[in-house]
DNA sequence: AACGTTCATCGTATATCGACGATAGACGAT
DNA sequence: ATCGTCTATCGTCGATATACGATGAACGTT
């Protein structure tokens, strides 16, 4: 899965670059942020908590859940009636070691 | 325009959320990533270049090239015929800086 | 002057997003 | 069994994104 970081270089292109532009898509929604901050002040929230502090309808705020969790920045287990949502601390650490590398090689790399 | 960066955290919300956002949201297209790499390596390319390198449409090159300028991702300078971008390695950085910030806050409030 | 190059913009078509209300399923409480 | 709560999903609607070709402006070249 993960190819050397050289061959980065050879296809830059649309594989990882694909699969960091689906990730910031899912980040880049001023909702969707406050939704993972209020996640980390919490161990584990309902939708309904969310729906209480965002000021959104509740399928709205459903769906903005589903697309962290398809995005694998939120984890997701049922309980009884509640669906417990669950920020992953690594997944985002990922992808902020993605756009550090991406800026990275975007600055190491200078023409002269 | 700067606020201090404590002020992040009064006012965590809609402000801060939706500028991030924003510019997540520029960088949240393959092609978009594409380009930012491909100018990362010249010290400034013209709208065709790119489009040589892409395998897009001009338009399409110089609307995803628009998008990364009003993001302020990229300059702009107008040459003679030719349209010259480049790179803002600083601005760059500072979207790097703020996902760091963004993850941070999100790991560091842990509850328990 | 006529032509080629480069680019931004316009118009268009399609797809996706974002928001909502309505609804139905699952579950606890009465 | 009935009611209330919590949630996911469906359908819809307007707005936005993405891609393209066509066009015209600006400029250099012949």
Same mark, same amino acid.
């Given at each position: 899965? =993960? *190819?050397?970081?050289?061959? /980065?270089?050879?296809?830059?292109?649309?594989?990882?670059? +694909?699969?960091?532009? #689906? +990730?910031? #898509?899912?980040?880049?929604?001023? #909702?969707? $942020?406050? $939704?993972?901050?209020?996640?980390?002040? =919490?161990?584990?929230?309902?939708?309904? /908590?969310?729906?209480?502090?965002? /000021?959104?309808?509740?399928?709205?705020?459903?769906?903005?859940? +589903?697309?962290?969790?398809?995005?694998?920045? *939120?984890?997701?287990? #049922?309980?009884?009636?509640?669906?417990?949502?669950? $920020? /992953?601390?690594?997944?985002?650490?990922? $992808?902020?070691?993605?756009?550090?590398?991406? *800026?990275?090689?975007?600055?190491?790399?200078?023409?002269?």
């Amino acid at each position: 899965m =993960n *190819v050397s970081p050289s061959a /980065d270089f050879n296809e830059c292109g649309s594989a990882s670059a +694909k699969a960091l532009a #689906a +990730k910031l #898509a899912a980040l880049s929604h001023p #909702a969707r $942020i406050e $939704i993972l901050k209020h996640l980390s002040g =919490n161990r584990a929230c309902c939708c309904k /908590d969310v729906v209480q502090q965002l /000021d959104l309808a509740q399928s709205t705020v459903s769906q903005h859940l +589903k697309v962290l969790v398809e995005a694998g920045l *939120v984890r997701f287990s #049922a309980e009884r009636q509640r669906s417990l949502y669950e $920020i /992953d601390r690594e997944a985002l650490a990922g $992808i902020s070691a993605s756009v550090a590398g991406l *800026v990275d090689t975007c600055c190491s790399s200078r023409p002269t």
